[in-house]
């Protein structure tokens, strides 16, 4: 029995950004678990301060390196709303198409480079190339996919150059998207690999009740924009996000920290799962019930398999999005703008969770006060909490320090917190 | 060093290379994760011994230094200065660590205490005027882009690691953009830097109807002030202009001695 331990661990690694997990058990007693946030700020919302609203799309897509996609169409969608915009229906299909791609790139990435290497054992992707390489080219192939059909939708895989405010500069090649349709059908045998994979691991069996954020579907499972929900029944309109966000600051983090019915909230894959299960297609329903995936889950680990669900979510849709632009002829890319004074919110749902940017603009479409609520600092204060509870249990359980720091670890990775992202 | 590996049959030294991250969205080094089908060859070039974002494993033992973002708190001087002391080439990697990039934008209100107070309110927090790596250290090599384009970085890498000579393109994203063939974006009536920002990105943006934004900074011998005059002629904005001018901090220098035309004040004043 292991009574006491003293753990600190000073930027976490495989995780994006800078972030500190500190846990001292003393006699079986937890005397301090922590998680620090010391990434320094760039300050987006005040950079945006005087800018047309035309930046506001280019300069929030680099608050992220992993989701700039998610935080361009974002930007979009608050500009749009601001300006009373309705985009075509071409335009709404192909950012999901792009979105959709950005949520399995993301999500390989998370789920095989960063979360994977633990339950195998190993210290980064690199050794898995000759343990498991048939794993690692799955992985590879499905990210490969991903990123080139980014490529084709938003001409770039990592801050997109043809998404705009009105719909898009250029369109994909028609043929290009029938050879993507083919890709897409072979990522589903990936995928199905990678949950035989999954299926076999043992994940911690750690549970904390949790409140749940996330858009609310009507019948589907939604990505971008609506009303907001969460798990304790809050419903809100989309315009009225700061009531479900209500960011503070404390001194543990530089990022802003999120609360609403309790105190602390979680966002992401496991809460739209949870929040939005029925949406889910009947196959990918009958996926998630064979990884154990039921709501409500409260067992922060599995984030990662209800990545590895949504994956196969969005590659059946993927599909699917892609017929249904294929029956039609190309209509007009962009519609003309016209800006006016008022102010405009988008949400939408980044890989990592809801996302929500804010903007006021004066006659001329200029910014005058800006906001982004980043996933990972609304999911900050619950990693927090969950590592309180974890070092309990651990110390109940009395666990050995390297155990307890691997699972330490393992529960802020299985956020795939994005951290830079988080302070913007 | 592990042996073993060639190229064209001549055996390769693989260094230690270690990455780091100041002020940045670390696009940068996901761009080199980025590249599924060449990625393991890549890999294979050298030995990396610290990858925070990529691996568990850490080593201070390293020869290259990739260093992503710009410099905004002074903890981060004090890593610089310790990296440059470890490693024999230190290289800037995106146009964060050459030129400041998009978070050197704040430094456009002159004013840190108001730009705290815009996003924190009235809870402290510490940062500084966003600089590039070179204002702390000696860099060694630049790569510039916002994002990197990877394809330039592994030819970059692999003549570093070769010892080779390293020539970044002396011409600009114009040149690049006409021998793709593309309508030229002042046709479309779009504000474009690309007549004087340096080349090697093969004309990213504009080969998909986005101007240049100029993340490379200026190509040698850039004729700003004709620019302007061609961008007054198609009727594009002097704000849209300065938009994209003051961007990624690479034509800073320019700018800074146009006080008065375009001024180094709040564009909101315009």
Not at chain 1, 80 to 105: A, C, D, I, V, Y
Not at chain 1, 351 to 362: A, Q
Not at chain 2, 107 to 121: I, P
Not at chain 2, 230 to 237: D, K, N
Request: charged share 25%; aromatic share 8%; proline share 4%.
């Amino acid at each position: 029995m292991k009574l006491s331990c003293d753990i600190d661990i000073r930027h976490l690694t495989r995780v994006e950004g800078h972030g500190n997990i500190r846990i001292v058990i003393e006699n079986g007693q937890v005397r301090e678990a922590a998680w620090e946030v010391v990434e320094t700020p760039r300050f987006f919302e005040a950079i945006l301060v005087g800018k047309k609203y035309e930046n506001a799309p280019y300069l929030c897509g680099r608050i992220c390196g992993i989701c700039s996609i998610a935080h361009t169409l974002t930007a979009i969608r608050a500009v749009e709303n601001g300006f009373g915009m309705t985009p075509s229906l071409q335009t709404r299909r192909l950012r999901l198409l792009l979105k959709h791609m950005e949520t399995l790139q993301s999500h390989i990435l998370h789920i095989f480079f960063l979360a994977a290497p633990d339950y195998l054992g190993a210290g980064s992707i690199l050794p898995l190339t000759v343990s498991h390489p048939k794993v690692v080219q799955q992985a590879l192939r499905l990210k490969l996919l991903a990123n080139d059909l980014c490529d084709e939708v938003g001409g770039r895989r990592l801050h997109p150059t043809r998404t705009v405010v009105g719909g898009f500069t250029m369109l994909p090649d028609r043929d290009r998207l029938r050879l993507f349709r083919r890709r897409l059908e072979s990522a589903l045998i990936d995928l199905d690999a990678g949950v035989d994979l999954f299926a076999g691991f043992s994940i911690p069996d750690f549970q904390r009740e949790t409140e749940f954020v996330s858009l609310q579907g009507e019948g589907d499972y939604p990505f971008v924009g609506g009303n907001l929900v969460s798990s304790d029944g809050v419903l809100k309109a989309e315009e009225d996000y700061a009531g479900m966000s209500n960011e503070y600051m404390a001194d543990y983090s530089t990022s802003k920290l999120s609360r609403l019915s309790r105190k602390s909230l979680a966002v992401g894959a496991l809460a739209r799962i949870n929040n939005n299960f029925s949406g889910l297609l009947p196959e990918v329903r009958a996926i998630a019930d064979g990884l154990g995936l039921v709501p409500v889950i409260q067992n922060p680990f599995m984030n990662v398999v209800a990545q590895l669900v949504e994956c196969v979510q969005v590659v059946r849709e993927s599909m699917q999005l892609i017929d249904e632009l294929l029956a039609v002829p190309w209509q007009e890319c962009r519609q003309p703008v016209e800006p006016r004074e008022g102010v405009g919110v988008g949400a939408v749902e980044a890989p990592r969770g809801i996302l929500y940017h804010c903007f006021h603009f004066d006659v001329a479409g200029r910014i005058v006060k800006a906001d982004c609520v980043i996933p990972t600092s609304q999911n900050h204060a619950n990693i927090r909490y969950d590592i309180e509870a974890l070092a309990q249990f651990c110390a109940a359980q009395g666990k050995s320090d390297k155990e307890i720091e691997l699972l330490a670890e393992m529960l802020v990775r299985a956020y795939d917190p994005c951290i830079s992202c988080s302070v913007h | 060093m592990k042996e073993g590996k060639t190229f064209l049959g001549v055996p390769v030294a693989r260094p230690r290379v270690a990455f780091f991250e100041l002020s940045s969205c670390e696009g940068c080094q996901l761009q080199l994760l980025n590249n599924e089908s060449t990625l393991l060859d890549f890999l294979s070039l050298m030995e990396i011994v610290r990858f925070r974002e990529g691996m568990k494993e850490a080593s201070d033992d390293y020869e290259i230094a990739f260093v992503e973002g710009s410099v905004t708190r002074k903890d981060e001087e004090e890593r610089l200065k310790v990296i440059r002391k470890q490693a024999k080439v230190v290289v800037a990697l995106g146009s964060c660590a050459c030129f400041g990039g998009v978070n050197q934008l704040k430094n456009r209100f002159h004013d840190l205490a108001w730009v705290t107070k815009e996003v924190y309110g009235s809870f402290p927090i510490d940062t500084q005027e966003v600089k590039p790596i070179s204002a702390i250290i000696e860099v060694d090599l630049e790569i510039y882009g916002c994002p990197v384009k990877k394809e330039e970085v592994e030819r970059i890498v692999t003549l570093l690691v070769l010892g080779e000579e390293i020539q970044h393109p002396q011409y600009p994203v114009c040149m690049e953009c006409k021998a793709r063939e593309n309508i030229c974006l002042f046709d479309l009536g779009e504000p474009c830097l690309g007549p004087v920002t340096r080349g090697g990105c093969d004309a990213w943006c504009p080969s998909n109807r986005m101007g240049c934004w100029g993340c490379r900074g200026p190509v040698p011998e850039a004729n700003l002030d004709q620019l302007r005059i061609i961008m007054a002629e198609r009727g594009i904005s002097r704000e849209q202009m300065l938009d994209r001018l003051e961007c990624f901090g690479g034509f800073a220098g320019y700018l800074a001695s146009q006080d008065g035309i375009f001024g180094k004040k709040d564009t909101k004043e315009e």
